[in-house]
């Protein structure tokens, strides 16, 4: 299993930028997906988090700004990102909480990171 993100890079503080998140491997079932980041000399922290039924969890720097979306048939998490904020600048991660086939435990797994940069 494994979790490939794409979408990240530099933007000017007040725009837009998506990432895109996707499992894949021998998936048997998916529970919780969200996104992390982490910035330079800071400790990895919650952006948002989203269950199989939708249910959305935001870190207050990022609530009505940030949307986490998901397509299930995919395997695939989304984290729109608006009004971004030199701030926002970090490494973002996304996970996973997914139970291969044919096992029994759910494991959370980890994407590799993507950069973005907000400047000024």
């Known amino acids: 299993v494994q979790l490939v993100e794409s979408g990240g890079g530099l933007v000017q503080a007040g725009g837009s930028l998506r990432l895109s998140c996707a499992a894949s491997?021998?998936?048997?079932?998916?529970?919780?997906m969200g996104w992390y980041r982490q910035a330079p000399g800071k400790q990895r922290e919650l952006v948002a988090t989203m269950t199989t039924g939708g249910i959305t969890n935001y870190a207050d720097s990022v609530k009505g700004r940030f949307t986490i979306s998901r397509d299930n048939a995919k395997n695939t998490v989304y984290l729109q990102m608006n009004s971004l904020k030199l701030e926002d600048t970090a490494v973002y991660y996304c996970n996973a909480e997914i139970r291969r086939v044919g096992r029994g435990v759910f494991i959370v797994y980890w994407g590799q990171g993507t950069q973005v940069t907000v400047s000024s």
């Open positions: 491997g021998d998936i048997g079932r998916i529970n919780d």
